[in-house]
């Protein structure tokens, strides 16, 4: 510590008193009876900092929050002997830079000071780039796994040396789906924005654009033939199967007079209702065909009635079943949803479903079915493939077509989809 306390007080000798650095600093040696070898290290640590005041201010700038001229000024001298050390003097371990600047510090009466400085010239020891880094140049590749849309967009940041930041850059989609993002080309430029050097590792991320949904009262009509469509019933929740009893409660206006229970009410000599349970669904299909060529406006359309189905199903307490085809790997995908937060998992696989050639969701099906049993199949498509009225032996059927028209189907198109289904019987 001797070497370098003797530096600092001719530093804060000659700034208080504005004498010459030469002079003070021979007093303070003399003063100090340094040797031979730590003289040589004063006297190169106060030289080195007085030519290079504005050099060394230039760097602290770039890594204190605020102004350098706001620090009190031994721990501005303090700083500069530090990093003076890190950035010129390679015989000096970074280690015993930062450590005896923080000493110099405490003993100095800054010992409030000695975290700044530790932190400070931590950071500088973990990066010794001679300039900071000035501009970066970024391409971004956006790729819409649902509709096959790609786009580049480029992007400039300016980037600070030594220092992690976090940019906010705002992405917008036309269309939803799966959104995944690729850094495809990345330059770190000088501050001049001359000489740009490439980085060759890649950034990915992903992100999901859901569909904007509209108002849809979906009615299911029962069928006598699947038992599974009444087996049970929602605990928490009132219905429409009058078979089944939720519970009991005191008339009200407006009650339908179908659900009164006129034997109790003579009993009790008042109006007693029967509230009417839920029937829990679990053999409805809900399948989206993705083997059909569609205009992105056209695909965003049927995304957003499929997920816009899937919502009215649960709402009615509707657990069911929703599957589309992987043309590319021939085969149907399938998920049983029953809660909001199993569909809200699955909206990224659901909306990455890119279109592809091959056989039809509707052939698919029948060749892996087997026997099953069903009690409603919801067919979404764009042009309807022939098989798909097969799929009618499995359970009622009911087929939508966007932009297309088919014997029996319910047709929509991409611009009043809202309004044509915004009431569905099935």
Known sequence: MGARETAL?????CRRYEGWSNAVLKDCIRR????????????????????????????LAQLLKGSVKKLHPAVRDILHMGLYQLLELDKVPDSAAVNTSVELAKISGRGQASGLVN????KIAQNKTALPLGLIHVRLRLSNLLTGQS????????????RTETAEYDLASAHCGRIAIEAACCRIYDPFGLIGIRLKQTVLAQTTVQPKGFAQTIFISPDANCPDD????????????????YQLREYRPGDSLRQMHWKL???????????????VRRSVLLFWERTQKAVPEETDAQADVVVTFCRSLLEAGVQFT??????????????????????????PRLLSARENEGLSGAELFLRSSGEAVLSHILYITGRVPEQAYLLGQFGRLTVLSCGASGDGAICFDCEHYAEQLAELEI
């Open 32 to 59: 100090d009876k340094l040797d031979a070898r730590d003289a040589a290290l004063a006297t190169r640590l106060c030289y080195g900092v007085v030519q290079n005041r504005g050099k060394l201010d230039f760097y």
């Open 322 to 347: 929703i599957a589309w085809n992987d043309a590319t790997e021939q085969r149907c995908v399938s998920q049983q949803i029953r809660s909001m937060d199993e569909l809200i998992g699955l909206l």
């Open 230 to 245: 009444s087996e049970s019933y929602a605990p928490d929740r009132a219905g429409y199967d009058l078979s089944e009893v």
């Open 265 to 279: 009410s003579g009993k009790l000599d008042r109006l007693v209702i029967r509230e009417a349970s839920l029937p």
């Open 119 to 122: 932190a400070v010239l931590r």
């Open 151 to 162: 786009e580049l967009r480029r992007c400039r940041l300016s980037a600070r040396p030594r």
């Open 9 to 13: 007080n001719a530093l804060i000798t």
